[in-house]
């Protein structure tokens, strides 16, 4: 079985970087596309960012130059690199990848102070 575990998420200053992991056990994280969705409060879950098994990306157009999305094949990881965070980024950060059925992991909070 599949399961998500995000971690990183904190109370940072507008300008500021941050980190998300998303580690995810079982031996399908090698072949499978993994995205970042968030959900700020009062709104529903958008997608942010993508990666595929051979690493291309896409990004939704709110973060593009800002964040960067990469895996670790060996240790079964994807990250979200954010960076020049603004308010408008403080959100429940969600990971998540389809095989057969959607997994989700429980979601990180992040929070940037203007």
């Known amino acids: 079985q599949v399961q998500l575990v995000e971690s990183g998420g904190g109370l940072v200053q507008a300008g500021g970087s941050l980190r998300l992991s998303c580690a995810v056990s079982g031996s399908i994280f090698s072949t499978t596309t993994m995205d970042w969705y968030r959900q700020p409060p009062g709104k529903q879950r958008e997608l942010v960012a993508t990666?595929?098994?051979?690493?291309?990306?896409n990004y939704a157009d709110s973060v593009k130059g800002r964040f960067i999305i990469s895996r670790d094949n060996a240790k079964n990881t994807v990250y979200l690199q954010m960076n020049s965070l603004k308010a408008e980024d403080t959100a429940v950060y969600y990971c998540?990848?389809?095989?057969?059925?959607?997994?989700w992991g429980q979601g990180t909070q992040v929070t940037v102070s203007s």
């Open positions: 998540h990848t389809y095989l057969f059925n959607h997994y």
């Open positions: 990666i595929t098994s051979f690493g291309r990306t």
